[in-house]
């Protein structure tokens, strides 16, 4: 594609910015237009339309840095006062980049490795918690030696304090290979992504910038009040984060702060109780929102999911321990009662099963992953039995499911970019593929209305949508890159889809808002 071209833009009354991007005479569709407001630090994009137009409503008066960005180009940037009444011209181009390196995804750059197990290894142990791009490969313009990729997982080693990494994962072997692959020879075949395209062109994008770095806003939830509730990982609070207002107000959840609570994951209960768990305190908190108030129960594991079930029971599971179990807590006595799981019968060498996503069903059975162990699991609330079912494909990384109103379980593969429906009923698997293998599925949301199926691609810096009907897949990349989603939310009022960036350790952490029909139509 050649010269970009952005036509004059014109700033009217009602507070939007709209315009034309063409390239050498012609319209460019996909182009990612971002408003972003300089005392708010709220950032808006919108992608220019089949026509090359695109138009940014509902910014209101105010001092903004307006950014012209596309795949393979030198990304433009101008700040711009918006004022009832004038009008600005915005006659700018956009040029090829040769530094196009720096904005590409992991994904592409982990596409160079080649498939099997040890590319399998490599994205569960080494981009479970961060993006691997262009700054963690490259070193003062070069890519890494062997030398430079065993210091780097060393490093990563000696952070471990979990040990979440096996004991068979063979580091100076990984070094060696990690080297050979993603040489100087490798890199010079990487092209630039392609534009968006279909329905993401009408996407809106909001970003909020969150109250502290760093903090790992790890999972959000939407409140009965319309707001999103953000578990802030390092920072022993909730934050509640009002959309309309783009107004913050932080919760402690922590009774003991000597010690980091790892605030992980947040649930409401039917009487309008936020229920969060701490994983560094090995416990579970009921929040009052109208006051604040805080009850804590131990619960003596490392939690990392939680959902609360028809009858207002907690649900957890034990994410670091050898013992594949879950927990429940009973909220009107406080009672906890611990289950052991099958075994997925992993040995010391292999290291942790790894018990990651957790869903209940319309019958309160309890459906979840074993991220390293690669089995989903059934527990019967009511008998108290349980099942579990391997994944068809290896070691593809299983995260967090979701659950449709057929009653059909989502699985993202974290290591294979496959989104799986497991039939509970056939006991089936039925794979749906997204292109790149190395996508980094890390959560599915299905939407309760329209069926939709909605997948965040932490390793891709984007949110996918799968309607099961059609087959379409859509994919929505984020304005900012890295963009490392973990959790979704999906606002039941209006469609919305919102999650978290989220690397650890940070890059950009910031709370993120897909609306579909806010763009350019």
Partial sequence: ?????????????????????????????????????????????????????????????????????????????????????????????????????????????????????????????????????????????????????????????????????????????????????????????????????????????????????????????????????????????????????????????????????????????????????????????????????????????????????STGKLWFNDYISNQERIGSIDPVNGELELFDMPSAGLTKEQGLPLLYGLQIDRDDAIWGTMLAANKLFRFDSKDKTARLFAMPSPNSGPRRPGIAPDGSVWIPEFNTGTVTRFDPQSETFEPHEFGLSSLGLYDVAVDQKSGHVWAAASLGSAMLRLDPKTGQKDVFPFPTEPGYPRHIAIDPNNGDVWTTLSSMPDADPKIVRIELSGGTN
């Avoid at 910038?209 to 953000?230: C, E, F």
């Avoid at 209960?269 to 604040?292: A, C, F, I, Y």
């Fill in 1 to 309: 594609m050649g010269l970009l071209l952005l036509s004059p833009c014109v700033y009217s009354t009602d507070g939007s910015i709209g315009g034309t991007i063409v390239a050498d005479g012609q319209p460019v569709a996909g182009a990612m237009i971002t408003a972003l407001a300089q005392t708010s630090r709220i950032a808006i994009t919108v992608f220019s339309a089949a026509d090359g137009s695109y138009r940014i409503q509902q910014l209101g008066s105010g001092s903004y840095d307006v950014a012209v960005k596309a795949p393979g180009k030198k990304t433009l940037r101008q700040t711009q006062t918006i004022s009832a009444g004038k009008i600005v011209r915005f006659d700018s181009q956009l040029q090829s980049d040769p530094e196009f390196l720096t904005e590409i995804t992991s994904a592409q750059w982990l596409e160079l490795l080649p498939e099997g197990d040890m590319k399998r290894e490599f994205l569960l142990n080494c981009g479970s918690c961060h993006e691997v791009s262009h700054n963690r490969i490259m070193r003062n313009g070069a890519p890494r030696t062997r030398s430079e990729w065993a210091q780097a997982i060393a490093l990563m080693r000696s952070i471990d304090v979990y040990g979440l990494t096996p004991p068979d994962f063979d580091d100076a072997r990984y070094a060696q290979w990690l080297a050979e692959h993603l040489d100087a020879q490798a890199i010079a075949r990487l092209t630039p992504a392609a534009l968006p395209s279909g329905a993401v062109l009408n996407a809106r994008i909001t970003e909020y910038p969150v109250p502290k770095t760093p903090s790992l806003p790890h999972d959000l939830v939407i409140g009965p009040d319309g707001r999103v509730w953000v578990t802030a990982f390092y920072n022993n609070v909730i934050w509640a984060l009002d959309p309309a207002t783009g107004k913050t107000t932080s919760y402690p959840v922590n009774e003991t702060p000597e010690v980091m609570g790892q605030v992980r994951a947040l649930s409401f209960d039917s009487e309008g109780m936020l229920w969060v768990l701490l994983g560094g305190t090995q416990s579970v908190v009921r929040l009052n929102p109208k006051d604040g108030a805080i009850e804590t129960f131990a619960v003596g594991m490392y939690p990392h999911s939680i959902e609360v079930d």
